[in-house]
């Protein structure tokens, strides 16, 4: 094992993703006008009847209805645009009676033999690469995702193809990086909508064309023949959504900043190959556990509801959220900075640089009763 990590050192460096992410242009403002003109239409100089002025007011009155549906109109459409401002209960309620049968068929795809990956692959598969030289991947394909704006289930996808590929085929360290940006090609070709995103000229040119298409169209062909075309599938991602909705409440500053804290947690969790041997769901209700710990430590972050909800009793997750508690204080995975940089980000709320205790307290395993 230790030849292995010294080789991680002699391996060839990743390209990194070259330049700065750039914002989003702000949508245009538009001034409604009185008329086309601009400005009021000019009085007559004859005195107006009284007829002549009730026309006049009930087509001033029907000209600021128009406008106001306008207006109204408008504002619809930015609130569909904006997920935040979407009326996520009426959502809720549309899939409530479903809820059960969703979550059931979720846990027995996650446990099909043939979506997990083998936990000790390394030891039994893999001689020429590493469990440090797969964490170094992972925190470069989390670069190239950001800088694509890819959405989060596509990383976790990516990786989930990364496992179960190594589980099944010997890869060179050359070949490594391969995989990777294929994985992620093939990921966003299932989870994501706009073409430009598919285009395996862009995963050529993130590798500084170390590949060519040729070999990224090989790889392809090879991992969608490991994965038997199986591409979807539930991840720590998939759950933390159930999870997290199952405890919302409060403030929609303190909700935001939940779900920012989980997902760093569920993404710092690619990084550790030991992750690999829990199913997803597990995964996901000890990020729920460390994030809801980290924002209030003086409270026992676990209780009946979330047992409930997530199917976990507290004591069952102990060797999980340990885990996931370590690659939060850098114990494990130190040198990876691309995920703890990322959430720095006051879009995400700087959830990477909150202070987490170094010590869950004992009574906080204990299960619940009440």
Not at 23 to 51: D, I, V
Not at 234 to 258: D, H, M, N
Request: proline content about 5%; aromatic content about 8%.
């Amino acid at each position: 094992m230790e030849s292995n990590e010294n080789a991680a050192h002699s391996a060839p460096p990743l390209r990194r993703p070259r330049g700065k992410r750039k914002a989003l242009a702000e949508l245009p403002t538009y001034e409604w006008r009185k008329n086309t003109h601009g400005g009021s239409a000019p009085r007559t100089s004859k005195p107006r009847t009284r007829s002549a002025a009730r026309a006049e007011a009930e087509a001033e009155e029907a000209r600021k209805a128009q406008e106001d549906e306008k207006v109204a109109s408008g504002a619809d459409v930015a609130r569909l645009r904006d997920p935040k401002r979407q009326d996520a209960g009426a959502a809720q309620a549309a899939v409530a009676p479903y809820l059960g049968d969703i979550d059931r068929y979720l846990r027995s795809l996650e446990v099909e033999p043939l979506r997990r990956p083998c936990p000790d692959y390394f030891q039994k598969i893999q001689k020429d690469i590493s469990a440090k030289m797969r964490a170094v991947l992972v925190d470069w394909l989390v670069e190239v995702a950001d800088e694509f704006k890819l959405q989060a289930e596509t990383l976790y996808l990516a990786v989930s193809y990364i496992d179960l590929f190594l589980t099944m085929n010997v890869v060179t360290r050359d070949k490594l990086q391969l995989l990777g940006v294929t994985a992620l090609l093939v990921a966003a070709k299932y989870e994501e909508i706009e073409t430009f995103k598919m285009k395996v000229k862009k995963y050529t040119d993130i590798t500084d064309h170390a590949y060519t298409k040729k070999q990224v169209v090989k790889m392809e062909a090879d991992l969608l023949k490991s994965l038997n075309f199986k591409t979807g599938g539930p991840t720590v991602a998939t759950f933390l959504r159930q999870f997290i909705a199952s405890c919302r409440g409060g403030s929609r500053t303190s909700s935001e900043k939940l779900e920012s804290m989980c997902s760093y947690l569920a993404e710092l969790s690619l990084l550790d190959c030991d992750c690999i041997s829990y199913l997803p769901s597990v995964v996901a209700a000890a990020c729920l556990f460390v994030a809801r710990f980290t924002i209030c430590p003086m409270t026992n972050p676990w209780n009946l509801k979330l047992q409930y909800n997530t199917g976990y009793k507290v004591f069952d997750l102990q060797k999980p959220i340990s885990v996931i508690h370590e690659l939060q204080l850098s114990i494990r995975c130190p040198d990876q900075k691309a995920i703890r940089e990322k959430y720095e980000d006051p879009r995400f709320g700087s959830v990477s640089t909150m202070v987490s205790p170094r010590q869950i307290p004992a009574s906080f395993f204990e299960d619940r009763n009440t």
